[in-house]
């Protein structure tokens, strides 16, 4: 009797043996322990098909990560903070069924200084004037242009949104950035989240899953793949790999034979943004009277920097930046970061800000070895990678992770249902 997909479901144990002698390997293995990956393995594990989950560093969550380097009463969203387009993300209803404090993102900054002074009245409308109609410029209207080239039909005050609006949401200058695949992102209402990180490693506690285990190689050249590990070579039947983008194009993963030229393109097409934050932890006491308002700092020739104050009522400062200027400050290191970082807070709050900074903190993606960048950027003329990348390769390697999403891209969320997708796709390919 042919079996049915229920009673393959139900008994995974006896399904397997069938498995292995078709594909020549064991379990799935998934590659990375960020939110795609955990979300692959727990759907995989509700299908009741065997799986291994391997993480590179001691934790779990990836880009998700809450940071208590400054202390626990100083913690931040070293990376994701915010519930993007709640409406559809399944992070919204995961979040509130956990109790998690969550609250409504607010808009503008309060405050805009300029060099170190506070702008006048007419920088201030200069700069909204240039967001002003700025979602119109940015429409396609043919072609795949970059952010840059279609804002300056707008004039100069235009460009100069743009390029703020790219670095300080993409973590990329405009100039790299497909118009295209940003008008494709998903739009919503967005909810930020005291603790994005720490509510992802929760979530998915139960998983079991090696951590300090990083992937090497992925040989794909048999019937199933065999991954090469630091602890050792796992043969399976099928492989998603949910390791960013970044991490692939530095090679840090060798493939077996070498991936097609097809896969290879649509990573040519994607890079990495460099969305940085330098935490300051502060001493309440020494900024009495201080407006703690978020402002945004613009300096000539220097990053501009966004500052979150008091985050969820914290004493904390969070500076924001992106695009290559936040890229050679991850390369400076977090003493020069945070020397930046500072003398930029002083010239919001006055001088008694310099003695209120008691230590800091730099989340630097774009040098950290597991991560090579913030989240994914699609260049102009290739806003078809994303979608191109999610062809499996031989029918046993499945790319997974927030630059497959399309529109959720960039996103926690994205990446956990591009995930989940890879993990279906999976379960196809093998019969499961």
């Given at each position: 009797?042919?079996?049915?997909?229920?009673?393959?479901?139900?008994a995974p144990l006896l399904a397997m043996?069938?498995?292995?002698?078709?594909?020549?390997?064991?379990?799935?293995?998934?590659?990375?322990?960020?939110?795609?990956?955990?979300?692959?393995?727990?759907?995989?594990?509700?299908?009741?098909?065997?799986?291994?989950?391997?993480?590179?560093?001691?934790?779990?969550g990836g880009r998700a990560f809450t940071?208590?380097?400054?202390?626990?009463?100083?913690?931040?969203?070293?990376?994701?903070?915010?519930?993007?387009?709640?409406?559809?993300?399944?992070?919204?209803?995961?979040?509130?069924?956990?109790?998690?404090?969550?609250?409504?993102?607010?808009?503008?900054?309060?405050?805009?200084?300029?060099?170190?002074?506070?702008?006048?009245?007419?920088?201030?409308?200069?700069?909204?004037?240039?967001?002003?109609?700025?979602?119109?410029?940015?429409?396609?209207?043919?072609?795949?242009?970059?952010?840059?080239?279609?804002?300056?039909?707008?004039?100069?005050?235009?460009?100069?949104?743009?390029?703020?609006?790219?670095?300080?949401?993409?973590?990329?200058?405009?100039?790299?950035?497909?118009?295209?695949?940003?008008?494709?992102?998903?739009?919503?209402?967005?909810?930020?989240?005291?603790?994005?990180?720490?509510l992802v490693a929760r979530h998915f506690?139960?998983?079991?899953?090696?951590?300090?285990?990083?992937?090497?190689?992925?040989?794909?050249?048999?019937?199933?793949?065999?991954?090469?590990?630091?602890?050792?070579?796992?043969?399976?039947?099928?492989?998603?790999?949910?390791?960013?983008?970044?991490?692939?194009?530095?090679?840090?993963?060798?493939?077996?034979?070498?991936?097609?030229?097809?896969?290879?393109?649509?990573?040519?097409?994607?890079?990495?943004?460099?969305?940085?934050?330098?935490?300051?932890?502060?001493?309440?006491?020494?900024?009495?009277?201080?407006?703690?308002?978020?402002?945004?700092?613009?300096?000539?020739?220097?990053?501009?920097?966004?500052?979150?104050?008091?985050?969820?009522?914290?004493?904390?400062?969070?500076?924001?930046?992106?695009?290559?200027?936040?890229?050679?400050?991850?390369?400076?290191?977090?003493?020069?970061?945070?020397?930046?970082?500072?003398?930029?807070?002083?010239?919001?709050?006055?001088?008694?800000?310099?003695?209120?900074?008691?230590?800091?903190?730099?989340?630097?993606?774009?040098?950290?070895?597991?991560?090579?960048?913030?989240?994914?950027?699609?260049?102009?003329?290739?806003?078809?990678?994303?979608?191109?990348?999610?062809?499996?390769?031989?029918?046993?390697?499945?790319?997974?992770?927030?630059?497959?999403?399309?529109?959720?891209?960039?996103?926690?969320?994205?990446?956990?249902?591009?995930?989940?997708?890879?993990?279906?796709?999976?379960?196809?390919?093998?019969?499961?």
């Open positions: 009797m042919t079996p049915t997909r229920r009673s393959l479901l139900a043996p069938a498995l292995r002698a078709r594909a020549g390997g064991g379990p799935v293995v998934v590659v990375g322990a960020g939110a795609a990956g955990l979300a692959a393995a727990a759907l995989l594990r509700a299908a009741g098909q065997s799986f291994t989950l391997v993480e590179a560093r001691d934790r779990i940071d208590r380097a400054l202390g626990a009463a100083c913690r931040f969203d070293a990376g994701a903070e915010y519930i993007h387009w709640a409406e559809r993300n399944p992070w919204a209803p995961i979040a509130r069924a956990a109790g998690a404090h969550v609250a409504r993102e607010d808009g503008w900054a309060r405050r805009l200084v300029v060099d170190g002074r506070p702008a006048t009245a007419a920088e201030a409308a200069q700069r909204r004037a240039g967001f002003s109609g700025l979602d119109a410029l940015l429409a396609p209207k043919g072609g795949d242009p970059s952010l840059a080239e279609a804002a300056r039909a707008g004039g100069p005050d235009a460009a100069l949104a743009a390029a703020g609006l790219s670095r300080l949401s993409l973590g990329e200058d405009p100039e790299r950035v497909s118009a295209v695949d940003y008008d494709r992102l998903w739009s919503g209402s967005d909810l930020w989240i005291d603790g994005y990180g720490d506690a139960d998983l079991p899953v090696s951590l300090n285990c990083s992937v090497r190689a992925i040989d794909w050249s048999g019937r199933g793949v065999r991954v090469e590990t630091a602890r050792g070579t796992i043969a399976a039947a099928a492989a998603i790999v949910t390791v960013p983008v970044g991490v692939l194009k530095a090679g840090a993963v060798a493939f077996a034979p070498d991936l097609p030229d097809a896969a290879r393109t649509a990573l040519d097409g994607l890079s990495m943004g460099a969305y940085t934050k330098i935490g300051l932890r502060l001493d309440p006491a020494r900024l009495d009277g201080a407006d703690l308002g978020d402002a945004v700092s613009v300096a000539t020739g220097g990053p501009t920097i966004y500052f979150e104050m008091q985050p969820f009522g914290r004493s904390l400062a969070v500076a924001n930046l992106g695009g290559d200027l936040a890229r050679d400050l991850c390369r400076a290191g977090e003493a020069e970061a945070v020397a930046l970082a500072t003398e930029r807070l002083v010239a919001v709050l006055g001088g008694g800000a310099r003695s209120a900074v008691q230590a800091g903190r730099l989340a630097g993606w774009w040098t950290d070895p597991h991560a090579r960048g913030s989240y994914s950027i699609a260049a102009p003329g290739h806003a078809e990678a994303r979608d191109r990348l999610r062809a499996p390769v031989g029918g046993r390697v499945f790319f997974a992770g927030e630059a497959l999403a399309v529109g959720g891209a960039m996103t926690v969320g994205g990446a956990t249902l591009d995930g989940e997708r890879a993990a279906r796709a999976v379960l196809k390919a093998l019969g499961a």
